[in-house]
Each structure stands twice: as structure tokens, then as C-alpha cells.
């Protein structure tokens, strides 16, 4: 059974600090996706990374996939309110199929 | 815009009840998706489709089954709910396989099974 872990599941910072959130797999991803969701609303793809090494800025976001593929991160610069929610990450296997972390929760605090 | 729009927002259902979720797409995609969401636990697969009338199981099949008779609906149905069905339901719609196309999910909609 394929895995996707994420850490922390749960983090609550201060507006204006900085965060790093991980998704780690002992598998091989063709590509990784990262989603975030807000209360009462579905997912949203926010990034898809594809090469190993690759790294993806989305403003204050900074997404990273790691060199064999296994693992990838998100960074987030000078939090705001805006940025809580949960955010998850989703790797592609190679039959296709979607595999999910459980995913963080996130709470900044103005 | 892509849109995926869910029958309901909040479902409050009785144990033994057969139960209707539906989805509707407005952007022509071939592939739809029923998934459950449960604290902890992520997102995991319930059914999926990729054509009309065409419908493969996913990770969580058991206790679920689905119809796909219009490429734009998508239903899942519970034939006798059960309090452990109890869960946020998401549905998603993607161009094409996942990977390549982006998936678009719907709203939600929370079942509670009492």
C-alpha cells in the first residue's frame, strides 16, 4: 500500500512567520500535486510538479519536489490570514491513480 | 469556469435509508470522481468514471454503488446507510486522467447517518 505522509498535521503560526509543510512517500511519483481547501468548500489545485528537483513559486508559496521524486514541500513566506486552510498533497502512481496525505491544517493568527 | 455543483450541502439521513448524492459538471469532462473525506484520513476513492455509463471502483467501493447515465451527472448511492458512512463527500470532474488534467471538485456534501 502506497503512502503519502504529511507533517505537521496541524500548525497554527503567527501572521507575518514562516512555515515549511512536508509530504514524504518511500514510492516514486510520476508527479505531486498540492491542493488547498477552505471550510465549507472542495479542494484546489494550487501546484503539480513534475521534475525531480523542480521547484515552483506561486507568490508567497514556494513548492519543491524532491530529486528521487519520493517527496516534495511547501513553503510559506510571511504568512497571512488568507493562507489558512488545509492544504494537501496528492502524488500521481504510476497507473494513474491519485495518492492522498491526510494533510495539514493550517491557522494563521492576524 | 469550470463547475461541479453537489445536490446538497448538508444531509442528515437515518440508518437503513438508501441514500442519492449528485454531481453535475458543466465543462464537458470525461472522467468523474466520488470520494470521501474523513479527518485524518485524506481524501480516498470511492468510484470513478470515465466515460458514460462506464464506472470502476476505487479504493472504498463497499457499501456504495454509482450511475452515470449523462456525461455531465454523476451519482453515488448508498443502499442502506450506515452511521459509519457518516463523512464529508466530495466530487470531482477532470478533462482527462489524473496526472495530466487537473481535477475540479464540487462543494461538499456533509451526510450525517444517524
Known amino acids: 500500500t502506497q503512502l503519502l505522509e504529511q507533517s505537521p498535521q496541524f500548525l497554527s503560526i503567527q501572521e507575518g512567520e514562516n512555515l515549511t509543510v512536508y509530504c514524504n512517500s518511500s514510492s516514486v511519483f510520476s508527479s505531486l500535486q498540492w491542493y488547498r481547501q477552505e471550510p465549507g468548500e472542495g479542494p484546489v489545485l494550487l501546484v503539480t510538479?513534475?521534475?525531480g528537483g523542480e521547484v515552483k513559486k506561486l507568490k508567497r508559496l514556494t513548492f519543491q519536489f524532491g530529486d528521487a521524486r519520493k517527496d516534495s514541500s511547501l513553503h510559506i513566506t510571511a504568512a497571512q490570514p488568507g493562507d489558512t486552510g488545509l492544504y494537501l498533497c496528492a502524488g500521481v502512481d504510476s497507473n494513474y491513480q491519485l495518492i492522498w496525505g491526510a494533510g495539514t491544517k493550517l491557522i494563521i493568527k492576524p | 469556469d469550470v463547475k461541479v455543483t453537489q445536490s446538497s450541502r448538508y444531509l442528515v439521513k437515518r440508518t437503513g435509508e438508501k441514500v442519492f448524492l449528485e454531481c453535475v459538471q458543466d465543462?464537458?469532462?470525461?472522467?468523474m470522481f466520488w470520494y470521501r473525506q474523513d479527518p485524518g484520513l485524506g481524501l480516498r476513492l470511492i468510484y470513478f468514471?470515465?466515460?458514460?455509463?462506464?464506472?470502476e471502483k476505487g479504493d472504498i467501493p463497499e457499501g456504495y454503488s454509482v450511475s452515470r447515465e449523462k456525461k455531465e451527472r454523476f451519482s453515488l448511492i448508498l443502499e442502506s446507510a450506515s452511521t459509519n458512512q457518516t463523512s464529508m463527500y466530495l466530487c470531482?470532474?477532470?478533462?482527462?486522467?489524473?496526472?495530466?488534467?487537473?481535477?475540479?471538485f464540487g462543494p461538499g456534501t456533509r451526510l450525517t447517518v444517524t
Open positions: 465543462m464537458d469532462h470525461e472522467n
Open positions: 468514471s470515465y466515460d458514460v455509463k462506464m464506472k
Open positions: 470531482a470532474s477532470s478533462l482527462g486522467p489524473v496526472g495530466s488534467y487537473e481535477q475540479y
Open positions: 510538479v513534475v521534475t
